[in-house]
């Protein structure tokens, strides 16, 4: 049975490609039976499995099973989902500017959490008595 396997490269342009499990001496490989190259976010054109390209497919692959319904509505990734890997290296890349910084014993500015907070009371008096010179 045929399934779609979607990818996107790093200029965005999608691929589709229609693979085929085979399995020989106890290995499984797949066969790739059509691949279908568009720019990202594309209106304009043809659909990667159209009727004509399906009944191409059909009758030069007769012997694999296509069961279209499935391979149209296999759900494809957003592309938003892939920009998580520029947050992770712009994070690591963070980390390791903080972890050589420590290292060359270059004190870091105080965290907004930490600049906020009160100074510290003496022992023995009270800070809400209004009498107490500061």
Avoid: C, N
């Avoid at 066969?31 to 594309?42: D, K, S």
């Avoid at 509505?73 to 998580?84: G, H, N």
């Avoid at 959490?113 to 010179?133: C, K």
């Amino acid at each position: 049975m045929a399934f779609l396997r979607f990818s996107r490269d790093k200029r965005g342009y999608e691929h589709f490609q229609l693979v085929e499990p085979m399995t020989r001496r106890g290995k499984t490989r797949t066969r790739v039976l059509y691949w279908f190259r568009t720019p990202p976010g594309i209106k304009v054109g043809r659909d990667p499995f159209d009727a004509a390209t399906r009944r191409a497919l059909e009758a030069q692959y007769p012997s694999v099973a296509f069961d279209w319904k499935r391979i149209i509505e296999t759900p494809i990734p957003s592309a938003d989902v892939e920009k998580w890997r520029e947050r992770r290296r712009e994070e690591k890349a963070a980390r390791r500017a903080k972890k050589a910084r420590a290292a060359a014993g270059v004190r870091e500015a105080p965290q907004a959490s930490e600049a906020l907070e009160a100074p510290p009371v003496p022992e023995g008096s009270d800070p809400s008595d209004p009498s107490e010179p500061e």
